[in-house]
Structures are given as C-alpha cells and as structure tokens.
T-cell receptor
C-alpha cells in the first residue's frame, strides 16, 4: 500500500498570503489528522477529519481551517500568514477496527513565511 | 490536563551500546501509547504502540517498550544501537478527547558515536 502523501513538500510564502496544503491518506483510511511541528512548540494537533466531518480541533486560531473530500483526501488552509506559521505541517491517516488510533504520518510540508 | 514528558532532550550513546529513552505520561484511564521516530526532514514513523495486554511490546528495528502503570511510564529500549538509529524520538498518548488526537512529548534527540 502506498503511504500518506503530502503536497507540496516545500512552500515559501510572504506574510499576509494564504496557503493550501494537501494530504492523501493511505487507501481505505477515512481519518485524517493534521499537526504543526515547530522547534519552539513541538508537535501540536490542529484538527481531525473523518468522513468529511471535523471531529476534533486543536487550540489554533480560526485562520487555520481544513476540509476533507469524499475520497478522504484532505486539505488545510492557512489565511493571512504570519511569520510564526513557519513550520513543518504533518498529516496522518488512520484506519478502523484494530488500527483505529494508530496513525501513519506523511513526510510533511515545510512552510516558510517571509 | 494530559501531558507527556520526555526528560532527556538529547542523548548520546556509542554504537553497540544499549539505549533507554524515558517517557512519562499523565492520563487517568488506560492510555494508548506510542513511540515514533523522525529522521531529519522526514515525517514520523511508528516504532511501536501499547493499547492493552502484555506490558512489554515489541516494535520495528529491534525496539521494545515497557508500560508501567504504577510509574506512569512507557520507556523505549534497544539492546544494541546502530549508527542509523540517530534521529529524534517522540512518545505520544491519545488524548482523552479521542478521535485520533495525539499529545506528544518534546522529543529526545539521539546521537550515536562510532
């Protein structure tokens, strides 16, 4: 099975712009979670989607949003970028049954905000 | 609030030496616990998990971890470290809010001397 894929791998944006990141989960996985990783704050949960519904959200401002499509692919959007949004954004997918809660991560999208 | 503590920010061991990375968690009920490894510029790879049952769990790459409820610990061990094990290691617990929300420790960076 192919793993979790994320596009693009690298992005450079300027303050005030917006950005959209994409995540394709492992085939058959219906849950997609997003995390932000920074040197200062570590790994922090952004949100989780299951069957196109956001089930859980972390403590991030409303500038961070996401969605999930019927094929389980997910996107996250960050509007009005700030310098502090520079981070590695990781997405993870998980299946059902015994593998529920077992998350498989993609390689991440490295976002740099100038 | 739930938390995960990895007391050691940085550890250096010699190749062939044994390794133990510490992890303590704060969680009321039986936790779902994970260890992930991250190589530079990469996503997270799942090493092993504990959901229930046998408190000594085996993972990939020769790693094992032991769940000790009385000590709220889930330490990762490897009997003989290889140079390729140099990476950052993260301990994580599923949040009581569920829905695939992981709470991560700050990570332990492992360096391996030849």
């Amino acid at each position: 099975k192919a793993g979790v894929t994320q596009t693009p791998r690298y992005l450079i944006k300027t303050r005030g712009q917006q950005v959209t990141l994409s995540c394709s989960p492992i085939s058959g996985h219906r849950s997609v979670s997003w995390y932000q990783q920074t040197p200062g704050q570590g790994l922090q949960f952004l949100f989780e989607y299951f069957s196109e519904t956001q089930r859980n959200k972390g403590n991030f401002p409303g500038r961070f949003s996401g969605r999930q499509f019927s094929n389980s692919r997910s996107e996250m959007n960050v509007s009005t970028l700030e310098l502090g949004d520079s981070a590695l954004y990781l997405c993870a997918s998980s299946g059902t049954g015994e593998s529920y809660n077992e998350q498989f991560f993609g390689p991440g999208t490295r976002l740099t905000v100038l | 609030a739930q938390s995960v503590t990895q007391p050691d920010i940085h550890i250096t061991v010699s190749e062939g030496a044994s390794l133990e990375l510490r992890c303590n968690y704060s969680y009321g009920a039986t936790p779902y616990l994970f260890w992930y490894v991250q190589s530079p510029g990469q996503g997270l790879q799942l090493l092993l998990k504990y959901f229930s049952g046998d408190t000594l769990v085996q993972g990939i790459k020769g790693f094992e971890a032991e769940f000790k409820r009385s000590q709220s610990s889930f330490n990762l061990r490897k009997p003989s470290v290889h140079w390729s094990d140099a990476a950052e290691y993260f301990c994580a617990v599923v949040s009581s809010g569920g829905y695939n929300k992981l709470i991560f420790g700050a990570g332990t960076r492992l360096a391996v001397h030849p």
